[in-house]
C-alpha cells in the first residue's frame, strides 16, 4: 500500500483497477466507487488506485473563486485507505497537466501510466483541456487499449443528488445531519488551541479558541453546536460557537470557541479534533451578561442531553 506524489515515479502496478477524482468529502457517492475499484480489483487479482488532485483543480482553473474543501488532503487520503485501497496517487495540478486534450489525457496519462485493466467512473466524470473528455470518449477509447469502463450511476440521499457542492452548502448552512447522511460520518476540523480575551470564563464558561489548521477547509456557518473534542486521543462533549460574540465585544472577526464540559487542563498550542454533531441554535446578541449566562445555561443541558442520545 502506498501514497504517491510523483508521477515520474510510480511502480509498475500489477492489474490495475483505477478510479480518478477530487473525492472532497469522500461522500457517499465516492464511497460506492471506492467499493466497485476494490471488487474489480479482486476480480482481475490486482492493484486498486484511487488518482486524485492537489491542489484541487477549481483553484487553478478559476482562482477568482475561492473553493473551501470539505475534506484536507492528508485526511481524504487516509478516509480513501480506510475503504481497502491499495495505493492513492496525488497528481500535481498544474497548467501543464490542465492543458492535456482528453485523448492525451487517456492515453499518455491513465493508460501509460497505469496500464489499467478497469477504469471506474462516475457517470457524470469530465477531464482533459476544457473538460471535453467524458464517458463517451472512454468508452470510444476502450477497444484500443483494452480496459473495461466500469460506470457509477448517480447517487440519492433523500431525492437529493449527493455531491461535494451539497455537502458544502449544508456546512454552511449548519446542517449536520444532512452532512452526515451524504457522507456517514459528522464533520471534523482539526485546529490548535491558542489564547483569546478569557471572556468566558469570567462568566462562567471558559472556552477554547481554536484555529483550523487547514486554512482552505470549510468552516461551519455561525451558531452554537453540539460538538464532541477529541484531545491527546480522548473524547469529550462540548458546546462550541462560531462566531462574533456581539454581546461581549466589538471585535469584528470571525471566532471559534468551545465550552469542553467536565475537562479543566491547560491546552493551549495542542491540536484537537473537533465534531460536529448538531446546530442548536443561531448566533445571538444579548442586552446584558446575564441574559447571556442564562442562555448558556439553557444551551448545556440541551446539549448533553442531546450528546448522550448520539
Known amino acids: 500500500m502506498g501514497v504517491y506524489r510523483d508521477i515520474k515515479l510510480l511502480p509498475d502496478f500489477k492489474n490495475s483497477v483505477i478510479t480518478i477524482g477530487t473525492f472532497d468529502g469522500v461522500h457517499l457517492g465516492h464511497q460506492k466507487i471506492l467499493h466497485t475499484v ?12 484511487v488518482i486524485t488532485f492537489d491542489p484541487h483543480p477549481r483553484e487553478l482553473l478559476f482562482p477568482e473563486k475561492p473553493l473551501q474543501t470539505i475534506t484536507p488532503l492528508e485526511k481524504k487520503i487516509n478516509l480513501i485507505r480506510s475503504y481497502g485501497i491499495d495505493h492513492v496517487v496525488v497528481v500535481p495540478f498544474t497548467a501543464s497537466f490542465a492543458a492535456l486534450s482528453a485523448v492525451d489525457y487517456i492515453r499518455s496519462f491513465l493508460v501509460e501510466k497505469f ?13 482533459g483541456q476544457d473538460r471535453e473528455g467524458n464517458i463517451q470518449l472512454l468508452k470510444k477509447e476502450q477497444e484500443n487499449h483494452g480496459y473495461e469502463l466500469v460506470e457509477i450511476s448517480e447517487q440519492l440521499v433523500d431525492e437529493s443528488k449527493v455531491s461535494s457542492t451539497q455537502i458544502r ?20 476540523l482539526s485546529g490548535k488551541v491558542v489564547e483569546g480575551k478569557q471572556l468566558g470564563r469570567t462568566i462562567g464558561f471558559p472556552t477554547a479558541n481554536i484555529l483550523p489548521l487547514y486554512i482552505r477547509q470549510l468552516i ?17 462533549g462540548g458546546m462550541l460557537s462560531i462566531g462574533y460574540n456581539p454581546t461581549v465585544t466589538d471585535d469584528t472577526s470571525l471566532k471559534i470557541e468551545v465550552h469542553i464540559f467536565d475537562f479543566n487542563e491547560d491546552i493551549y498550542s495542542e491540536i484537537v479534533e473537533v465534531v460536529f454533531i448538531q446546530k442548536t441554535r443561531e448566533e ?20 448533553r442531553a442531546m450528546l448522550n442520545q448520539s
Open 38 to 49: 476494490k471488487e474489480y480489483a479482486e476480480k482481475y487479482k490486482g492493484e486498486s488506485i
Open 220 to 236: 461551519p456557518g455561525t451558531g452554537v453546536y453540539a460538538v464532541k473534542v477529541l484531545i491527546s486521543e480522548k473524547e469529550y
Open 115 to 127: 496500464h489499467p485493466k478497469a477504469i471506474v467512473i462516475g457517470y457524470d466524470h469530465h477531464f
Open 169 to 188: 452548502r449544508a456546512i454552511q448552512a449548519g446542517d449536520m445531519q444532512a452532512c452526515y447522511a451524504m457522507t456517514g460520518r459528522y464533520y471534523q
Open 284 to 303: 445571538e446578541k444579548f442586552e446584558n451578561i446575564e441574559l447571556l449566562q442564562e442562555q448558556l445555561k439553557k444551551d448545556e443541558i440541551q446539549i
